[in-house]
Each structure stands twice: as C-alpha cells, then as structure tokens.
C-alpha cells in the first residue's frame, strides 16, 4: 500500500467530475488500499479517490475514534437513492482543505446504493456522521467541495487564502 499525495484546493483536478469504475478487479482492490493508507496518514474520516488525482468514483470511510478498532468502509460508483426531508448540521473539514471547517447543513439521513470490493450491490441507509460523511465525499466525486455549500463571502475567503498559500509554495522563478 503507498500513501499518496493528496492534491490541495484550488487546484482544479478537484473540480472534475469522476467516472464510474466499471470492473472491481484486483487493480480496484489494491487502490483502495492506497486511499486507506493515505487517510490513516493524513489522518481523515473520509476519502474520494479524486482527492488523490485519481477521477474514479470511489471512495474510502472510517468514523472509528482514535483507540476504537479500525472500521475500513469502501464504496464504489456510490448514488444517493433517497434523502430525508430533515437536515442536519455538521462542522465539515476537507483533507484538500486543511485546517479550515465550517458549519454545513445537509440531508440528515440518506440511502446510497454501491458496489462493494466484491462488486456486490450493496445498499445503506446512513445517519448522524455517517450521511454526512457520505454525501460529503460523493459531492468529490460530482466536483463539489463542501465550501460549494457555504456563503460566497466565506468561500472566496477561503479560495483566496489557499491560492496565495500555493502560489507562495510555488519554486520562485530564476533570479539571474
Ligand atoms: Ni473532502
């Protein structure tokens, strides 16, 4: 398994829209060992295959607290089939956005059909940090970050602090 790098805001890989993975063979299997190993690392609760500049819809949970045994869940080609009319809010993070969180109101519980790592139709219905979590990381693999989802002051804020932070990282020019 290989820890790979995770791409950052604003870069616009984050904005594509990711394809469906068509067969889940060995090659699916071993990927989604990276993302696990990438987010165990970072450390996050949530990963979509995007966020390590791979388009495939796909993408790795794990809400286990620190102490509590591993709880590894993979879903792949996942689609939200229903939502409640109730919402629920959540402070949100993002490993393409680090360090900054906001309060995000979503659908408070959802049901997402998927493909399992034996590319079995699996169905969920999710609640509480779960359903969050979940459309969080299926709005990746649609190019939605969950600023998308705040006000427009807040975002361009947070667009414009992470675009002088990569352009500060950038390696200078020559200087002759
Ligand atoms: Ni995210």
Do not use: W
């Not at 904005?15 to 996050?44: C, H, N, W």
């Not at 791979?54 to 709880?71: H, Q, T």
């Not at 519980?109 to 998927?114: A, E, G, I, L, R």
Request: one cysteine or more.
């Amino acid at each position: 398994m290989t820890i790979r790098p995770i791409i950052l805001l604003p870069d616009p890989v984050l904005r594509q829209v990711s394809k469906p993975i068509e067969r889940v063979d060995e090659g699916v299997r071993k990927f989604a060992g990276d993302l696990f190993e990438t987010m165990y690392d970072a450390p996050g609760i949530g990963l979509a295959a995007i966020q390590v500049g791979a388009p495939r819809r796909m993408l790795v949970i794990d809400l286990a607290k620190e102490g509590e045994p591993k709880a590894p869940q993979v879903f792949i080609n996942p689609e939200i089939v229903s939502c409640a009319d109730e919402a629920s809010v959540y402070e949100e993070g993002c490993l393409s956005i680090p360090d900054y969180y906001a309060e995000v109101e979503r659908p408070k519980d959802v049901t997402v059909s998927y493909l399992d790592l034996e590319g079995k139709l699996q169905e969920i219905k999710a609640g509480g940090l779960l359903a969050t979590c979940l459309q969080h990381e299926i709005d990746h693999l649609n190019g939605v970050l969950f600023i998308d989802h705040i006000s427009r002051l807040k975002r361009d804020m947070v667009v414009r602090k992470f675009r002088k932070m990569a352009r500060d990282k950038a390696p200078a020019g020559m200087v002759g």
